[in-house]
């Protein structure tokens, strides 16, 4: 009877004990292999972003923001979206969100490019909500046009942030047959309250590609690159400089611990790249012996952008044995 009694406890202590046993005999394993080398592209396999003091966010088709490939957008569409149209965007009901990260802060005003469905008459109101907060709403017109909506101070703030458009109307709406309600060509996030919407739209990409495993940035603003760092002795290696050499060209690259929920850099190496003259140097920072979500942050003022400051092989490398 003693020996019954025991058995099922004792099969159930096997069967939770063997998986711990074969954690510790590969964790034994692992320890006697030579760890191997790494030498990662940052440029192919890291998150290249580039933010100046306004956000553009195009909607037709084929486009995204104003930073060309290879960078990354930092936007998403809530569900009742149409896809994408040579013309823009259609929201399908009465309200639509629209999700997007910034690592800065400082927008005060957001202008839309956009209008409503024709056959809705009168033509709405539309009202923002920017992070549960209210903003004046505007009256829309009929046709295609550029309407702004000025954010409360701390609206925006680092990080990810939520808008809701909500069309309302002084009469009972009625829903096209086609289900559209709102076309969005552009969205705007500017700095200024009075920023001017065609001046924005009209500049150069601020960031381009020229080469494969380089980027040359042309506007103030700041570069991102986020990369993961899977062991703690890797370090980062880059090339940077000014290839037109303007005098008094200056910036920081600083490279350390990311925490993307608290949109916080831990920098951990430092180095000052000056325009003095028309070449890139060699750089290596060290990761400070930590592992997990990294950053490459430059912030690249107007001197600097004049005389396009160039990041050019940035790897992730470690030897092995």
């Not at 084929?62 to 259609?90: C, F, I, K, M, N």
């Not at 920017?130 to 505007?138: L, T």
């Not at 925006?156 to 096209?176: A, C, K, M």
């Not at 942050?297 to 004049?306: F, K, N, Q």
Request: proline share 8%.
């Amino acid at each position: 009877m003693i020996l019954k009694r025991w058995t099922v406890p004792t099969l159930i202590v096997i069967a939770l004990a063997i998986p711990v046993i074969d954690d510790l005999y590969e964790m034994v394993r692992d320890r006697g292999r030579p760890a191997a080398p790494i030498d990662v592209d940052l440029i192919d396999d890291g998150v290249l972003r580039f933010e100046g003091r306004d956000l553009l966010i195009d909607l037709r088709a084929g486009r995204t923001t104003t930073v060309p490939a290879p960078a990354t957008p930092s936007y998403r569409l809530g569900e009742v979206w149409s896809a994408p149209e040579d013309s823009g965007t259609w929201t399908l009901a009465d309200r639509a969100s629209l999700d997007f990260r910034v690592m800065t802060d400082g927008r005060r005003s957001l202008m839309l490019q956009c209008r409503p469905d024709r056959r809705r008459k009168p033509p709405p109101i539309l009202r923002v909500t920017a992070n549960g907060v209210d903003c004046d709403p505007v009256q829309l017109g009929r046709e295609l046009s550029v309407v702004r909506v000025g954010l409360p101070e701390g609206a925006i703030s680092p990080g990810d942030n939520h808008l809701e458009l909500e069309l309302r109307s002084s009469l009972q709406p009625v829903r096209p047959a086609s289900g559209r309600t709102l076309l969005v060509r552009r969205l705007v996030l500017a700095e200024a309250t009075d920023a001017d919407f065609d001046e924005i739209v009209a500049r150069r990409p601020p960031l381009v590609r020229t080469s494969k495993d380089a980027v040359r940035v042309h506007a103030p603003g700041t570069l991102f690159l986020e990369f993961d760092v899977p062991r703690p002795d890797a370090v980062v290696e880059f090339q940077c400089g000014y290839p037109r050499g303007v005098r008094g060209a200056a910036c920081d690259v600083v490279v350390g611990r990311w925490f993307p929920d608290k949109n916080a850099l831990d920098a951990v190496g430092r180095v000052r790249v000056t325009g003095d003259r028309r070449r890139s140097r060699s750089y290596r920072i060290s990761l400070g012996n930590h592992s997990g979500p990294s950053l490459l942050r430059i912030i690249v003022d107007a001197t600097s952008a004049e005389a396009g400051l160039e990041l050019r092989s940035p790897r992730l490398v470690a030897d092995g044995p």
